[in-house]
């Protein structure tokens, strides 16, 4: 494998990282996650707005965005797969013990490997944690994955692929690495960004593309919710069939199978939207 790492690809051997870089000491850095096709990644130009936002979060400098397209595109280069994962990883760089950052500037990793499609279905469980929606990082896309790993180590004990988090204040918010929509009434909504969930480039193409509404909800909107599925990246829209111990049936619904449709049209006429 060949990695992108500070200005130039590397072999994966000797693509390291100072252990005193604060991505690694204190979960200083943001990140993105992109699906790629064929050697080409989709949606790129969105993604690298919202690294760019996210970096601005942290108050770290804002990425060369040049310099990352660069970066994308050698490592695809490099790494010819059909479908698969491209990581670009933007963190403070080598500093001092501690919290505060040093002046070696930013560390930039892209890597990219090959990834299964996505089944069409799949389950999820909620999960007793809640996310901070008034955090400093809230929204933000940051390395501090935490929170993320402990939740999803506990919907892989529970026999499924993702847990669903509510807010402090009750109201439904988002998975550990996608965002959630609910079909209800015959009609599609989602959380609000207010809600503190991620603004995923998924999420945002299919309130654009599907018409969805964003919608202030309760947790306990998923116990009535005619159909759920999850959109990310590397998901796109995947539909949930069962949610805790609740059956939504054994394939998509007609609304979510309607909009998988739609993404599937308009990501393929254009894989930069």
């Known amino acids: ?127 007793p944690w809640v996310r901070n929606e008034r955090s400093a990082v809230a929204g933000l896309k940051t390395t501090s994955y935490a929170e993320n790993v402990v939740a999803l180590a506990a919907a892989h004990r529970a026999g499924a692929s993702e847990a669903l988090l509510a807010n402090t204040v009750g109201r439904l918010c988002e998975g550990t690495g996608s965002n959630v929509f609910v079909v209800l009434d015959g009609e599609l909504h989602t959380p609000p960004l207010e809600s503190g969930c991620l603004a995923g480039i998924t999420r945002a193409l299919v309130v654009e593309w599907a018409g969805a509404k964003e919608t202030d909800l309760p947790f306990e909107v998923l116990e009535q919710a005619e159909e759920v599925f999850l959109t990310s990246s590397l998901r796109d829209a995947q539909a949930v069939v069962r949610l805790d111990g609740r059956e939504l049936g054994t394939r998509p619904g007609p609304v979510t199978a309607e909009v998988m449709r739609i993404f599937q049209v308009k990501a393929g006429d254009d894989l930069d939207p």
Request: aromatic share 4%.
């Open 1 to 127: 494998m060949r990695i992108w790492l500070d200005g130039a690809l590397r072999d994966v051997d000797s693509a390291t990282v100072s252990v005193l870089d604060h991505g690694l000491t204190v979960g200083d850095g943001v990140f993105e996650t992109l699906k790629t096709e064929r050697g080409r990644a989709f949606a790129l130009t969105r993604h690298l707005a919202r690294l760019t936002r996210s970096a601005r979060g942290l108050g770290l400098p804002d990425p060369d965005l040049d310099e990352v397209r660069r970066a994308c595109a050698a490592v695809l280069e490099a790494e010819p797969v059909e479908h698969g994962r491209l990581r670009l990883t933007y963190t403070g760089g080598v500093a001092p013990l501690g919290s505060d950052r040093g002046d070696a500037g930013p560390t930039l990793i892209a890597a990219v490997a090959a990834s299964p499609r996505r089944p069409d279905t799949t389950a999820v469980v909620t999960v």
